[in-house]
């Protein structure tokens, strides 16, 4: 079935994206897919080297604690 995944913090949109979840594996990919883009997105916004090699994964962490996250059918 499509479902459709959000994600939001504080009033802000994190990440939305449609996805075919059928089953562990396909539920499990829809989140590497979430991590990849908030990854790349936040690394795309330091600013210095050493910030980013200080907390290349915290970083996504810290951005998810606390978030809400929702799943709808599409």
């Known amino acids: 079935m499509k479902v459709t995944l959000e994600i939001a913090k504080s009033g802000r949109r994190l990440h939305r994206g449609t996805y075919e979840v059928d089953d562990p594996e396909s539920f499990g990919a829809a989140w590497q897919d979430v991590w990849v883009k908030m990854r790349q ?8 080297v050493g910030d980013l090699m200080d907390s290349i994964h915290e970083g996504v962490i810290d951005e998810l604690n606390g978030a809400e996250i929702r799943l709808s059918k599409t």
């Open 41 to 48: 997105r936040w690394m795309a916004d330091r600013t210095s």
